[in-house]
């Protein structure tokens, strides 16, 4: 089973800022997946990262507000740019070791507050 | 739109006690799956049910899934207080490219 390193665990960062998030994954993986989880409520998906290609990206989610970078099949990071209080969230890695729909392994998420 | 909706949104019992959740999705899947988080950190994956099996067991879990109405259930059985968390069912709809949660069901288990 794949292990995932996620940083930071948690930051409070300034209006207007940006924070970048890592993820070191363990194995190599094909695809990784990152997710924003809003208090309460449940993961969505943000953008699927492929190594040597662009990330795609769900719908409501643009790659100026959130550029990924996936230099290798073990690293991703995603940025959250220009951030505003709406952007306070837990945001979460995750692989598929499997392929897709296969069991997810998560990283242990980011705590974001904007103030 | 979401594909899992899940019911009780919350649920408090006491130490003991049997817990059930309900999972309900609206397109053919591949699999479905359940999992578990603490307090706003990383899932932990607790248990894969395909779409050719009824019920599925691990330790004190019990997952149970009904193709035809489109519905699964996680019981879990002589909960602790440990078991304190929120539960989510997770699908994987067939010829989709991505795996979809449901709402999520939040537990707590009463010492």
């Known amino acids: 089973s794949a292990v995932i390193s996620q940083k930071p665990s948690r930051d409070i960062c300034q209006r207007g800022t940006s924070l970048t998030i890592q993820c070191q994954v363990d194995s190599q993986v094909t695809m990784m997946f990152w997710y924003r989880q809003q208090p309460g409520q449940s993961l969505t998906l943000i953008a699927t990262a492929n190594q040597g290609s662009e990330a795609t990206y769900e719908s409501g989610f643009v790659i100026d507000k959130f550029p990924i970078s996936r230099p290798n099949l073990t690293f991703s990071t995603l940025t959250v740019s220009n951030m505003s209080p709406e952007d306070s969230s837990i945001y979460l890695c995750?692989?598929?070791?499997?392929?897709?729909?296969?069991?997810?392994?998560f990283g242990q998420g980011t705590r974001l507050t904007v103030v | 739109s979401q594909q899992g909706e899940e019911d009780p949104q919350a649920l408090s019992i006491q130490e003991g006690e049997n817990a059930t959740m309900n999972c309900s999705y609206k397109?053919?899947?591949?699999?479905l799956q359940w999992y578990r988080q603490n307090s706003g950190r990383g899932l932990v994956h607790l248990i894969l049910i395909r779409s050719n099996e009824r019920e599925k067991h691990s330790g004190r879990l019990r997952v149970t899934l009904d193709t035809s109405k489109k519905s699964s259930s996680l019981l879990i059985t002589a909960s602790r207080a440990a078991d304190t968390a929120s539960y989510f069912c997770a699908t994987a709809p067939t010829g989709g490219f991505k795996t979809i949660f449901g709402a999520g069901t939040r537990l707590f288990v009463k010492a």
């Open positions: 995750s692989v598929e070791e499997g392929g897709m729909g296969t069991e997810a392994f």
């Open positions: 397109t053919s899947i591949n699999n």
